[in-house]
C-alpha cells in the first residue's frame, strides 16, 4: 500500500529552528534594554548647564504652568532642593497668597506661582559654582513650590476669592515632585555615591516628609542619604486633619503624625527606620522674623511678627531642639543669630528666614563656621552642633 504522508524536509526544520531561536533572542535583546536602560540620559547637557525641565499636566497653585531647573555635575552626587513659599490650609490662608516678592512687605501666606522662585532662587547658595562650595559638582534638581501644602497635597482646593468669586487652590504638591522627579530621573543614569536631600521652609518639611519616597523610588541604592532641613519650625496640633481634610496627602504621610511638631515626627521616623544610614541635620535663625509671625497667626490669628513675640517662636524652637536630639541622638545643628529680617525698629530683633539657598550661607555666622562648610563636613561623616549656646 503506497505511503502518502509527505517527508519533512531536514532543511526547513533546521531553518525553522534558527527562526524560532533568532526570535527568542530578540525577545530577551528587547526585554534587557528595557530593564537596564530606563535611566539612559535623553541628552547631552554639560555638566555646569542650568536646563529646564517641564513636565506635561502639572499646575502651580493658581492655575498656571510649573517648570524647575536642573544642572549635571561631574561628580557622581545628587543633590534635590525642595524649595519654600508659605502655607495654606484654611479658607482665610487660600484668599490671600503671596502679592509681590517678599512676605515682609505683602500680606500673603503661600507662594501660587513660580515668580520669584524659578529660576531667580537657583544657582545661589548651596547652589552656587563658587569655588568656595562644595557641593558645585554635584547634580542638583530644584523642586519648586507653588501649592501651599509642603510637596504632599493632592486635591483641589475650593474657597471664596477676596472679591467674593468662587476659586480654586490646585494643591497637588506630591504629584509636581512625582512629575518633577520622574523629567530628572531621565538625565541620570547611574545611582549616587552621595545624596543630600534639603530644603529650606515649607521645603524643609519637603525634605523631611519625602527623603525616604525618595530613597523607595529613585535612588534604592545611594551610596549615603543626608536630609537637612532648613528653617522649618511651625508648630500645629491639628496636622492630621490638614493632611486629610484640607490636603488629602497620601496616607502615608499621614499615619506618621505624632505631635504637634512635624518635623520631630518624620526624622524620628527616619531614624527609627534607617538609623545611622542616615545623616539628619536641621539649620537655623533662634530669632526667625517670618517663622515668628506664622506662628503668630497659629496661635492668635493675628499675621504678625514683632520684637514681643519673637520669644514664643524661641521657645518652640528651643522644645523642637530638644525632642530632636533626644528622638534623633544623631542629629546635627547649626543656629545662628543674625543677619536681619527687616530694618522696621518694632522688628528689630528679628532675625533672616533660611540660609541655604542665600549667599550668606558662606558667612562665618557661628563659631566662625560658615553653614556650607558645616554641612559639607556633616555630608562626610563629621557631624557637629553649633550654636546650641544662642538658645539661652
Avoid at 20 to 38: E, G, P, Q, S
Avoid at 95 to 108: I, K, N, Q, S, W
Avoid at 156 to 177: F, I, K, P, R
Avoid at 363 to 377: S, Y
Amino acid at each position: 500500500m503506497e505511503n502518502n504522508k509527505k517527508k519533512l524536509d531536514p532543511l526547513a526544520i533546521l531553518l525553522g529552528a534558527l527562526l524560532v531561536i533568532l526570535a527568542l533572542m530578540a525577545a530577551l535583546v528587547f526585554r534587557y534594554y528595557n530593564i537596564t536602560h530606563t535611566h539612559t540620559p535623553v541628552s547631552t547637557h554639560e555638566p555646569g548647564e542650568w536646563f529646564d525641565l517641564a513636565p506635561e499636566g502639572i499646575v502651580s497653585g493658581d492655575g498656571s504652568s510649573v517648570t524647575t531647573r536642573m544642572r549635571l555635575g561631574t561628580e557622581n552626587k545628587v543633590l534635590i532642593l525642595f524649595h519654600g513659599g508659605g502655607i495654606s490650609y484654611n479658607d482665610y490662608t487660600a484668599a490671600r497668597p503671596y502679592l509681590g516678592l517678599t512676605m515682609d512687605v505683602e500680606p500673603g501666606f503661600y507662594s501660587a506661582n513660580t515668580d520669584g522662585q524659578i529660576p531667580d532662587w537657583c544657582g545661589i547658595g548651596i547652589e552656587d559654582d563658587a569655588v568656595l562650595n562644595p557641593f558645585r559638582n554635584w547634580t542638583v534638581i530644584n523642586i519648586p513650590y507653588t501649592t501651599g501644602d509642603f510637596h504632599i497635597g493632592d486635591t483641589d482646593y475650593g474657597y471664596t476669592a477676596l472679591d467674593g468669586s468662587d476659586a480654586v487652590l490646585h494643591q497637588h504638591g506630591y504629584e509636581n515632585y512625582r512629575a518633577f522627579m520622574d523629567a530628572a530621573m531621565q538625565y541620570i543614569s547611574d545611582q549616587p555615591e552621595e545624596l543630600l536631600v534639603t530644603g529650606y521652609s515649607a521645603g524643609g518639611y519637603g525634605a523631611a516628609m519625602l527623603t525616604e519616597d525618595l530613597m523607595v523610588n529613585y535612588f534604592p541604592d545611594a551610596g549615603h542619604v543626608t536630609v537637612c532641613v532648613d528653617s522649618s519650625v511651625l508648630i500645629l496640633s491639628n496636622w492630621t486633619e490638614i493632611f486629610r481634610d484640607v490636603w488629602n496627602a497620601p496616607e502615608q504621610f499621614t499615619e506618621k503624625i505624632r505631635s504637634a511638631n512635624l518635623i520631630v515626627d518624620f526624622l524620628a521616623d527616619l531614624y527609627d527606620t534607617y538609623g545611622d544610614d542616615i545623616t539628619y541635620l536641621y539649620v537655623g535663625s533662634v530669632r526667625d522674623g517670618a517663622l515668628a509671625r506664622y506662628q503668630t497667626y497659629f496661635d492668635t490669628g493675628v499675621y504678625a511678627a514683632s520684637n514681643r513675640n519673637v520669644g514664643i517662636y524661641t521657645a518652640y524652637l528651643r522644645e523642637m531642639i530638644r525632642l530632636l536630639r533626644e528622638n534623633v541622638p544623631t542629629v546635627g545643628i547649626y543656629l545662628f543669630d543674625s543677619l536681619p529680617f527687616s530694618i522696621r525698629p518694632n522688628q528689630f530683633w528679628l532675625t533672616q528666614h533660611t540660609i541655604l539657598e542665600t549667599r550668606t550661607v558662606f558667612w562665618r555666622l557661628t563659631d566662625r563656621t560658615p553653614v556650607i562648610v558645616w554641612l559639607d563636613r556633616a555630608v562626610s561623616g563629621n557631624v557637629t552642633t553649633l550654636g546650641l549656646d544662642l538658645l539661652r
